[in-house]
Nanobody
Framework: QVQLVESGGGLVQAGGSLRLSCAASGLTFSSHAMGWFRQAPGKEREFVAAISRSGGNEYYADSVKGRFTISRDSAKNAVYLQLNSLKPEDTAVYYC????????????WGQGTQVTVSS
């Protein structure tokens, strides 16, 4: 079955950086658009970034544009999220997701990795 496993979260000071990784298995990686979402305590899950199947197109939430960068490595079946200039409001659990080529909706989710930014 499809498995998405995130890693790379942690505690960082404001202004710092982190790199999140998501290892995918059980799917034809190149057939899936990939995304990152996050959920802060007491808030709904929100979109952060996405990358197309080919990696040629990237999409970002306005709140992270210019600070975060999404990328993918088809040889490693992995997707990454580089987080720079982190702010306390970036504190959340970050989830990796893969879409369904049939529905074009994100249907596969990882367990999440915690990112905590201290002020």
């Amino acid at each position: 079955q499809v498995q998405l496993v995130e890693s790379g979260g942690g505690l960082v000071q404001a202004g710092g950086s982190l790199r999140l990784s998501c290892a995918a298995s059980g799917l034809t990686f190149s057939s899936h658009a990939m995304g990152w979402f996050r959920q802060a305590p007491g808030k709904e899950r929100e979109f952060v970034a996405a990358i197309s199947r080919s990696g040629g197109n990237e999409y970002y939430a306005d709140s992270v544009k210019g600070r975060f960068t999404i990328s993918r490595d088809s040889a490693k079946n992995a997707v990454y999220l580089q987080l720079n200039s982190l702010k306390p409001e970036d504190t959340a659990v970050y989830y990796c997701a893969a879409d369904s080529p049939r529905t074009l909706r994100y249907e596969y989710w990882g367990q999440g990795t915690q990112v905590t930014v201290s002020s």
